[in-house]
Nanobody
Framework: QLQASGGGLVQPGGSLSLSCVAS???????EGWYRQVPGKVRELLAA????????YYADSVKGRFTISRDNAEGPMYLQMNSLKPDDTGVYYC?????????????????WGQGTQVTVSS
């Protein structure tokens, strides 16, 4: 299972760092961060594969968010800078143990419980 944490309330222009810790998963090949806003489709924001050899960012967060992980066993992180009110939502981490398309939700069998991020003054 996955455990996401680090959400909270931040003012526009501020920063937050999310983390995702895995347990009970023998190996992780790819991980991603999704955002869910009420009434909208869950959106892939960033993904990382094969220890960082491949990274993906949605246009909406490119240049502001950074996905990373220290090593194969450590947490995954999402550093979020220059936050905007449109970044508000529930953030979910997801993981997969085998190679597959980063962009498809069904590729990820493991999901965290979500952490709320609110960007507001």
């Amino acid at each position: 299972q996955l455990q996401a944490s680090g959400g909270g309330l931040v003012q526009p222009g501020g920063s937050l760092s999310l983390s995702c810790v895995a347990s009970g998963i023998s190996s992780i090949y790819s991980e991603g961060w999704y955002r869910q806003v009420p009434g909208k489709v869950r959106e892939l924001l960033a993904a990382i594969r094969d220890g960082g050899s491949t990274k993906y960012y949605a246009d909406s967060v490119k240049g502001r968010f950074t996905i990373s992980r220290d090593n194969a066993e450590g947490p995954m992180y999402l550093q979020m800078n220059s936050l905007k009110p449109d970044d508000t939502g529930v953030y979910y981490c997801a993981a997969a143990a085998a190679y597959g398309p980063l962009y498809l939700q069904r590729y990820y069998p493991y999901w965290g419980q979500g952490t709320q991020v609110t960007v507001s003054s």
